[in-house]
């Protein structure tokens, strides 16, 4: 197939992938982005800190299981072609995520709820395992080779775009249904809207045409007939498959999942900042960075994909730190002065019941407005025990729900968007860095589990170890950095040491990487 048909048609073919890759990762990341919630209805009302750790294994399950799909999917995409491999996939996760949002609550079912959860997470896991590599290997080849970066770029932005869509759908849905109503049943309707954006997806995909160059292999009766046993039983192409996951895709991952996830977990869950600001700080920081994502590919045609790659992973071992440590400085509200205190709500009083026993937990909040437009929810709190000879116990002071002011809000728009820069780093070229190690007979296969382990295993689990970690005795709240400055160190190192910056080579014809 000649390349002028490939280039004229490479928008409709990015654009067809593109929405369909995009509802997968929004089907993905909902769960994520409404752990809190969702811990709440999965597990005992009591549950404490334990139901969000919980619920952020749940979503870890998902990422887990990704490299399984990536097996078993790209084999499928090897042997059978690209097209029909994540049209399945997309069934699979759009189904699994509707059905999500119909499982009843622990106080209706108990534990069958997070048990059914899991399960539903494990699909969904497996099938992004088999759709991030069947789209960017369908647009990598019908893209000419000189503009690989730039035209797979466009399917990096989905992964991003997935979460805005999440966290956009999620706010909207808040705002309408009322805060109240949406912790008992309106964090459903993200997950049953999916169902709808699948639907269009599918029809799109249907009249998808297979991949040229993988249509050209089956004319000429050279697709793999075991493309797992080509995959990693070669040893050159192992070391490839290696090389990719540790010098790149490992340290790629975790600082993807730190600037967008665990930074809205940690901007949200250790700082207390208000559901929605959290949200919109991350809204406008994605919007402001996703962008950078195609002009991160495209300069990567010209200058080679190691060390923007490498740049992105530099920066966040410098900089998580510092960034969080300003999140945290930002939001203590326990050195405001009286006199930046302009208004003091009349407190309310509320009185829990301590399960099993007779004693009562009592809190008094009020919503406490500064001069400078801030304000954050004061909660003072003790138990009384039904002994009355028991001595009252005096609970510490907490703080939740701040609302930021104007110029603090926009600093964490910033801090969030360099954070977002550095994934445009990393990730804008990795697509086209995948693509280019592997031949095309073996690649979905290839390509899909070295990103997957990266990307899934290691990137994914930054939320919860990052959370586990800052949970121990006699850490801090930065504790939890250390995971995602280590794994990005090390792929760091490894990748300057043993990754190649050759450029791609603008002649290349397609037919020498069959």
Known sequence: ????????????VIGASSLGTLIEWYDFYIFGSLATIIGSQL??????????????????????????????????GDLIGRKYTFLLTLVLMGGSTFLIGLIPSYSSIGYAAPILVLILRLIQGLALGGEYGGAATYVAEHAPANKRGFFTSWIQTTATGGLFLSLGIIVLTKNLVGAESF??????????????????????RMKMHESPMFSKLKSEGKVSKNPLKESFNNKANFKMVLLALFGAT??????????????????????????????YILLWGIAFATPFFVIFGSWSDKVGRKWIMLAGMLLGVIFYRPIYQIFLDDTDV????QKDIASVSDPVVTRTVITGTADSLISTSSTVTLLNGASFQKIQSHTKFADAGKPIVELPDAYKDKKLSTPVFWKFV???????????????????????????????????LPYHVGNGVFGGLVPFIATLIASFSGSTPLSGLWYPIGIAALSLIIGTVYLSNKKPDHKEAESENI
């Open 334 to 337: 326990t050195k405001i002065e």
């Open 414 to 448: 910033f801090l969030i968007f360099f954070q977002i820069l550095l994934v445009t780093m990393v990730y804008g070229p990795i697509a086209a860095f995948l693509v280019e190690l592997f031949p095309t007979k073996i690649r979905y296969t290839s390509m899909s």
């Open 1 to 12: 197939m000649s390349q002028e048909p490939q280039q004229s048609s490479i928008f409709k």
């Open 250 to 279: 490992m340290g790629q991952g975790v600082i993807w999942y730190t600037g967008q996830f665990y930074a809205q977990s940690f901007i949200e869950n250790t700082c207390h900042v208000d559901f929605n600001d959290s949200r």
């Open 183 to 204: 912790a008992d049943w309106g964090w459903r309707i993200p997950f049953l809207l999916s169902i709808l954006l699948v639907g269009v997806s599918i029809y799109i």
């Open 43 to 76: 597990f005992p009302a009591d549950a404490g800190a334990s139901a969000l750790i919980n619920t952020l294994a749940i979503f870890a399950a998902g990422f887990i299981v990704r490299p399984f799909g990536a097996l078993v999917f790209g084999r499928l």
